[in-house]
């Protein structure tokens, strides 16, 4: 059983930043990708970023640029570093892992973007 659990979200004006963390439970964080992913009102669930345990990134479009995900595997945690806020990413942040096809989330924090 993998737990995670994020935090760091909040209110932040538009062109703010800020820097999610997901902490994860057992000694498997190290070696699996690890994934953020972002569900607004009335939208589907979308994949932000992934990480994989090569550090190899990558993001969704809408997002390039802006958002750095990373990860300290000694602290079993994966960060969403998010700058340029813009309203339209405001949303509940979830983080994913996948371990041997059973998907994990975390609770999700919300993240508020608005003036």
């Known amino acids: 059983q993998v737990q995670l659990v994020e935090s760091g979200g909040g209110l932040v004006q538009p062109g703010g930043s800020l820097r999610l963390s997901c902490a994860a439970s057992?000694?498997?964080?190290?070696?699996?990708?690890m994934r953020w992913y972002r569900q607004a009102p009335g939208k589907q669930r979308e994949l932000v970023a992934v990480i994989t345990s090569g550090l190899n990134t990558n993001y969704a479009d809408s997002v390039k640029g802006r958002f750095t995900i990373s990860r300290d595997n000694a602290k079993n945690t994966v960060y969403l570093q998010m700058n340029s806020l813009k309203p339209e990413d405001t949303a509940v942040y979830y983080c994913n892992v996948n371990v041997r096809g059973a998907n994990f989330w975390g609770q999700g924090t919300q993240v508020t973007v608005s003036s």
């Open positions: 057992g000694n498997i964080f190290s070696i699996y990708a």
